[in-house]
């Protein structure tokens, strides 16, 4: 090789080289910027989000239905619950800019982190275990007399999600059981099986004229079904329905106060 083409050689040489040492080390600018990223996120979201300052660590997965996006320190729960025994409220982000409610699941891992706040907890209606009761597989056998008329047993009620997201009119039978109708509500709202429903609500409307429904008023507060196991195969006659009812299904599962209970002196 010429002394010529050895110094293009060599220079060719260190060129490449040096281009091989800067792609490496902007590779490595990128991936220690990147960790250095990820360490400020983790930082962020292990500190509790009720305010600034507030510091402590968060509750791994809580809230437990994604109510909001605050992540909450253990501390400032228990603040936040004597403060709702304070003043009489239902237990809530304790983020002063979001305020949102806790979910019952969210309530009941709260009250497992804090038993010393059982007198609180023991207010609010939390145990809602109906559903278990009522079973796909098991629906009740439709029994026909010898002078069945299908019209005298046809009726037809509205039903609807709690976050206003289906609503439709259900057909059902009014010697139909009460396990029957949760089950064709489910259905027909596209509830699925391993979906949880908090509650049933009798929400009361104006009828088809424009009317109030003759043995109540419009503007009544939701009624509550309370199922038991032997409620859940009664017929639906025992429910009253009617063209001015509507069926509301809750799946937010906002924590309720039990009917018997008042959270404080104060009004809720």
Not at 40 to 46: S, Y
Not at 195 to 210: D, F, I, M, Q
């Amino acid at each position: 090789m010429s002394p010529t083409c050895a110094t293009v050689y060599v220079r060719n040489t260190w060129k490449k080289a040096n281009t091989q040492r800067q792609i490496a080390v902007k590779r490595e600018y990128v991936s220690l910027v990147s960790r250095l990223y990820s360490v400020v996120n983790i930082f962020q979201i292990a500190r509790c989000q009720a305010g600034l300052k507030c510091k402590n660590l968060t509750i791994s997965g809580f809230p437990s239905k994604d109510e909001c996006e605050h992540a909450i320190c253990i501390q400032c729960l228990e603040k936040m619950i004597d403060d709702c025994e304070s003043v009489g409220s239902l237990p809530r982000c304790p983020n002063e800019s979001c305020n949102a409610l806790y979910s019952t699941e969210s309530v009941i891992a709260i009250r497992a982190m804090l038993p010393g706040k059982s007198a609180f907890f023991n207010k609010l209606s939390l145990d809602n275990n109906y559903y278990y009761m009522i079973k796909d597989e098991a629906i009740t056998p439709i029994k026909f007399s010898t002078n069945f008329k299908s019209m005298q047993r046809y009726f037809e009620i509205d039903v609807k999600l709690s976050d206003g997201s289906e609503s439709k009119k259900l057909s059902f039978d009014r010697i139909g059981t009460i396990a029957d109708l949760v089950r064709e509500i489910r259905r027909e709202l596209n509830i699925a099986p391993e979906e949880k429903v908090y509650g049933y609500y009798l929400t009361r409307s104006l009828n088809a004229e424009g009317k109030l429904d003759e043995d109540g008023y419009s503007d009544k507060p939701a009624e509550k079904l309370e199922f038991s196991a032997e409620s859940i195969s009664e017929t639906v006659e025992k429910l009253n329905l009617s063209t001015a009812i509507t069926i509301v299904a809750d799946i937010a599962g906002i924590v309720q106060v039990k009917n018997d209970k008042a959270l404080s002196d104060k009004a809720i």
